[in-house]
């Protein structure tokens, strides 16, 4: 659980970014949507512990900044929007998810490589566990990187714009990946780029604005109060009355 | 076990085949017999000057010369997510030489100390960029762009000494090309130690590296002090070149080419990897040296120049053959 309170952060060009209050629950995937620019990117680096600020973020009841970087990675983890092709099999980088808790001193122990199998099979890359990144499609190097982060194990899984490189159908099946996290206990918060999507699997929307959090509440909330989506991104969100739409709500004029 | 035998086994194999070889052929002048009198004990006094205060240490000296600049590109390169990037490139190479340089003007016959000179270099040039790339933001970009920037400065100081004082080119000539001909025994005392406890200290580092390799914002959220890594690894590879350099000179293409050979075949993770260019760089050198003494015997060619002559075709061939492994040819 995040629980932010008063939280004020600068960028180097002197606007200020900030949230009155939020409350990021376990068992929960958040979605936050906005404008390009209105500080949804700012809003995850921040609750990953990577930017200074003012305020609270308590994760697990526990003020962020008084982590050790390496506890606080194994409450929170951080799939940042853009991942680095590598010359490196996926398994290896699953491994990577382990760092946290064996750092460079202790080597991989049976709990360490059961997490990894798990977190392989949870987003079907065992079969690819052998092959370098660099020969793997976009949407599975997202995958590939996904089960590093199910590796971390963390309670909290922050996530920038994941499926951008996913087709269809890996999305969905990304998506049902965070379902079963999701039951498991685990909180996510994830940027999304796609509001249709974001209202069909998330349990609970952030709308960003001008680098504040301006409005929360579920899907259902959101097409109570119409203005704030027709404001931000110049369409309104409906529930679908069509029995054959993909998604539950759909974008209308 | 078939993993321990390729990665582990088979290359000390070589390492060591390449010692014995290194110290048993070579000048034709003590023979494989008198060679074992002397290690058992016995020989002339003659014989004895010859395998321990000159053919032991060159050895020993070539090896871990191999072994730091391979390692030390391997941890720049990685750090740097650049495999072009290597000491040279950071203007470590040219910053030792500059000193070598400024220490020849100042005492012309002091030889021991000369070396010296150079690691002071290696080290104040390094911490320099370090210094200038903390003020910038210290992304990696910047890194290198310091280096570049520190490189032509040294290199400028350097023409303008050799313009002032011609008869220094002597001393800067003979450091260019690198080699193991006018090995100073003191040298390898200073310096030996001192890469061996590096060498250990960035294979126990080594994980943290696998970790910096991911990029800033997926280390950080794995939990890595980014900054503080960053800095021992550059550390690392700048006290490596250093002390190789304060031996032999520049034998520039080490750093760039065993890495990149090792990152051909090996892909797992980076304690390997620092492994795999520790002990092939220090075969490699190795054999490099005992061809220079040896094929033009009684003359010397310098090492350098054989390891560019087998390496550069080699890299190439290896270069090749990935790409058609990859389906990409």
């Known amino acids: 659980m995040i629980e932010v309170k008063n939280l004020k952060t600068k960028y180097s060009y002197g606007d200020e970014f ?16 906005g404008k390009n620019g209105s500080g949804k990117s700012t809003l995850l680096k921040t609750l990953a512990g990577q930017r200074k600020y003012e305020g609270r973020i308590l994760i697990n009841q526990k003020e962020c900044s008084e982590y050790s970087s390496m506890e606080r990675a194994k409450e929170v983890a951080f799939l940042p929007q ?20 064996h750092g460079n001193f202790r080597r991989m122990g049976e709990e360490d490589e059961k997490k990894v199998n798990r977190a392989l099979e949870l987003t079907h890359m065992k079969s690819f566990e052998k092959r370098d990144l660099y020969e793997l499609s976009g949407g599975e190097r997202q995958l590939a990187y996904l089960s590093m982060i199910i590796a971390q194990d963390s309670s909290m899984i922050l996530m920038d714009e994941p499926t951008t490189y996913m087709d269809r159908i890996h999305q969905d099946e990304f998506f049902s990946i965070l379902r079963i996290l999701v039951k498991e206990g685990k909180g996510i918060v994830m940027v999304c780029h796609d509001i249709e999507q974001c209202f069909a699997y998330c349990d609970k929307i952030f709308l960003m604005e001008d680098r504040k959090l301006e409005y929360a509440g579920t899907p259902d909330d959101f097409t109570q109060n119409e203005q704030i989506i027709r404001r931000n991104f110049g369409i309104a969100m409906k529930k679908s009355e069509d029995q054959e739409s993909v998604y539950p709500f759909v974008m209308k004029k | 076990m078939k993993k321990i035998i390729k990665w582990y086994i088979l290359p000390l194999g070589i390492l060591i085949l390449s010692l014995v070889a290194a110290l048993f052929a070579g000048s034709k002048s003590i023979s494989v017999k008198d060679i074992i009198t002397v290690l058992s004990g016995g020989g002339s006094a003659f014989q004895k000057v010859i395998i321990f205060q000159v053919r032991i240490p060159r050895i020993i000296a070539a090896a871990s010369t191999g072994a730091a600049l391979s390692v030390s590109g391997y ?63 210290m992304s990696k970009t910047s890194i290198v762009l310091s280096g570049v920037a520190f490189s032509a400065l040294c290199l400028s100081v350097i023409d303008i000494i050799i313009s ?130 040896s094929l033009v015997y009684p003359y010397e060619l310098p090492c350098g120049l054989f390891l560019s002559l087998i390496g550069a075709p080699f890299l190439v061939w290896m270069l090749i053959k990935k790409r058609k492994r990859l389906g990409m040819a």
Do not use: W
């Open chain 1, 18 to 33: 900030s949230v009155a209050s939020a409350l990021f629950e376990n068992g929960r995937i958040s979605g936050v949507i």
């Open chain 1, 82 to 101: 853009s991942v680095k092709n590598l010359n490196m099999d996926v398994r290896t980088l699953v491994e990577h998810g382990r760092y946290p808790y």
């Open chain 2, 75 to 137: 941890l720049i390169q990685n750090n740097l997510n650049n495999t072009l990037a290597s000491p040279g490139i950071l203007g470590i190479n040219n910053g030792a030489g500059l000193f070598v340089l400024l220490f020849a003007c100042l005492f012309p016959y002091h030889y021991a100390g000369k070396c010296f000179a150079a690691f002071i270099g290696a080290l104040l040039v390094t911490t320099a960029i370090y210094i200038l790339a903390s003020v910038t933001g």
């Open chain 2, 164 to 293: 002032l004082k011609p008869e220094t080119v002597a001393d800067r000539v003979a450091f260019q090309i690198g080699g193991f001909n006018a090995l100073n025994i003191n040298s390898v005392k200073f310096a030996v130690p001192f890469i061996i406890i590096i060498l250990i200290a960035s294979l126990i580092m080594a994980p943290s590296l696998d970790i910096l390799m991911l990029g800033d914002d997926v280390a950080g959220g794995l939990g890595l002090n980014i900054k503080f890594y960053r800095a021992a690894h550059i550390l690392f590879a700048a006290l490596l070149s250093g002390a190789a350099v304060s031996m032999c000179g520049i034998i520039g293409f080490m750093g760039l080419i065993v890495p990149n050979v090792v990152r051909l075949f090996y892909r797992g993770n980076s304690r390997g990897g620092i492994f795999l260019c520790m002990v092939i760089g220090a075969s490699f050198l190795t054999l490099c040296d005992l061809l220079g003494r």
